[in-house]
Each structure stands twice: as C-alpha cells, then as structure tokens.
C-alpha cells in the first residue's frame, strides 16, 4: 500500500529556532495535509495544501506541496513551549483504491525546550 | 458547536472478548471514518461510513467492523480481541465522505491483556 516517510523522527529544539519537518512518498496525492497532535487528543489540521507547487501559511507554520506531488515539508518559525507535539503528514489519495483515503506519515516528536 | 465525542475514553479487555466502540460526529457532519493509531504502525485508515454506507475500507482483518445510524453516530466492533488490537482508536468527522478536512475526537485508549 501508499506509505509516507517522515523525518524527522523526533526534534529537541530551544525555544525561538526555528523548525522543518518534511514527508515523502513513492505514490501521487491529490492533498497534503499537516496536522498537529498533543497528548490525549486526536490530531489537529494545521495547513492543507490542494496544488502542485503551492506554498500556505498558517501565522508561524508554512508548508509546500512539492511539484510532483509527491513530498511535501512544513517550516514552524520562531518555535514556542506549546509548539509541543506530534506532527504528521497525511496524503489523500489520488485514485483507484486509494481515492478519498488519508495515508498518514509517521510523526515527528517535538520538543521545546524553554 | 460541540466537537467529535468518542466513548468509553479508556477500555480494558482481556483477549478473545468482544469490543464496541461509539463515535458521535460534529453536528451535520454525515461522514465519519475510523482510524487506529500505535506507536509501530502509526495512524491508519480502518474505515469512513456515510448515509449509512461504508464507502471505503483499509486493510485490517474482518474482526473489525464498523456501522453508522441514521442520525450519523457510528459504532466499531472488534471482535475475537488479540494483544495487537491494543492502540489508540480515533474517530473523525466530515460534512461530506472522502474530504481531507476531517475533524478527530480524542480517541478510545483499548488494552488488551
């Protein structure tokens, strides 16, 4: 089946660097999602991305959709403690079996430290 | 507007039993797909239901099942439980079915001893 490669695995940061994550992927989506995931909770959608090539912000998160659709990264500037969490990457599906279903990466541990 | 609810939060179950779990989605959303998250596998895809209908299905044996009433609530059913059932179970809502702005509850924490 679609697999997502996220790196990278785990971050420790201090408090104001900034941070770049990205996924890649041997298949084709049609949408790239980031979502955000703190402790106890289900995931969060923090940027979506439609386009080849499209560049979105999202006030400190800006993410790409890479121009084959095939990999995707997404930037946190100027990190803060609440930044904490699990980021994933998630493609939807472009065709076939695949149409409509989220493929999710594997996270990406975020640490701040203050 | 209330969020996704998802029901019991935590569930201890010893192997060979039986398991239900409840999901009620955002209020109009009629989409709502389940998805099971551990540490080795990650988050995925188990199934999305809509008007009733499962649309769409993952790769995951037939021990898990799943159904959605008609006012939009979904259940899942894993049944003959194993240890490698144990995992965050997320339910996530959306107005329409195959839409990437879905929308998760907090999730069930199942145990399987």
């Known amino acids: 089946g679609q697999q997502l490669n996220q790196s990278p695995q785990s971050m420790f940061i201090q408090e104001g660097e900034d941070v770049s994550m990205n996924c890649t992927s041997s298949?084709?989506?049609?949408?790239w999602l980031w979502y955000k995931q703190d402790p106890g909770e289900g995931p969060v959608l923090l940027i979506a991305?439609?386009?080849?090539?499209e560049l979105t912000s999202n006030g400190r998160l800006t993410a790409q959709f890479g121009i084959t659709r095939k990999d995707s990264f997404l930037n946190i500037s100027a990190s803060i403690p609440s930044d904490v969490g699990i980021y994933f990457c998630?493609?939807?599906?472009?065709?076939?079996?695949?149409?409509?279903?989220?493929?999710f990466g594997q996270g990406t541990i975020l640490t701040v430290h203050p | 507007k209330a969020g996704v609810t998802q029901t019991p939060r935590y569930l201890i179950k010893t192997r060979g039993q039986q398991v239900t779990l409840s999901c009620s989605p955002i209020?109009?959303?009629?989409?709502v797909s389940w998805y099971q998250q551990t540490p080795g596998q990650g988050l995925q895809f188990l199934f999305e239901?809509?008007?009733?209908?499962?649309?769409n299905k993952g790769n995951f044996p037939g021990r898990f099942s799943g159904r959605q009433f008609s006012n939009s609530r979904s259940e899942m059913n894993v049944s003959t439980l194993e240890l490698g059932d144990s995992a965050l179970y997320l339910c996530?809502?959306?107005?329409?079915?195959?839409?990437?702005?879905?929308?998760f509850g907090p999730g069930t924490r199942l145990t399987v001893t």
């Open positions: 239901y809509f008007s009733e209908t499962q649309r």
């Open positions: 209020s109009g959303h009629r989409s």
């Open positions: 996530a809502s959306s107005l329409e079915p195959s839409s990437y702005e879905q929308y």
């Open positions: 998630a493609g939807q599906g472009a065709g076939g079996t695949s149409y409509g279903k989220l493929t």
């Open positions: 298949s084709i989506f049609n949408t």
């Open positions: 991305l439609y386009k080849a090539g």
